[in-house]
């Protein structure tokens, strides 16, 4: 499983938009973006419980399309959507993975959830920064 290319497409724009986290590689474009803090698409109905963030002194429900910070230009955010799209099928993976090992079934055919190690693990560092 391939993560793909995590660099904007060329020519280099030649570009450093402030706040953008990777405005050193003098590639940005198109403004701020909003950088969700957890990739959107892992978060599942119309609000998420939260705490422990530093803002907070007690656990909040929070409309997931707030949970945002601009710390990626839209042209850096657009080059690392790959991970996002990983660790969505690594999660998903999992829910099937623990669905199958608890359903009842007299089947003895194995199945097998395959996800890129690296690229979860880029994904956590982009999360987590």
């Known amino acids: ?24 590689e003098r590639d940005c474009g198109g403004g701020l973006s909003r950088e969700h803090y957890i990739s959107r698409g892992l978060i599942d109905g119309p609000e998420l419980r939260v705490r422990g963030l530093p803002w907070q002194h007690e656990e909040v429900a929070h409309y997931p399309d707030n949970l945002v910070a601009r710390i990626l230009c839209r042209r850096h955010n657009s080059a690392l959507s790959p991970l996002d799209a990983h660790a969505i099928r690594f999660f998903l993976a999992i829910e099937a993975a623990i669905d199958h090992a608890q359903r009842r079934s007299l089947s003895r055919q194995s199945r097998y959830f395959l996800a890129s190690g690296h690229a979860l693990e880029l994904w956590a560092i982009k999360t987590l920064d």
């Open 1 to 24: 499983m391939t993560i793909g290319s995590l660099v904007p497409r060329p020519p280099k724009s030649g570009e450093a938009q402030t706040n953008c986290y990777m405005a050193a």
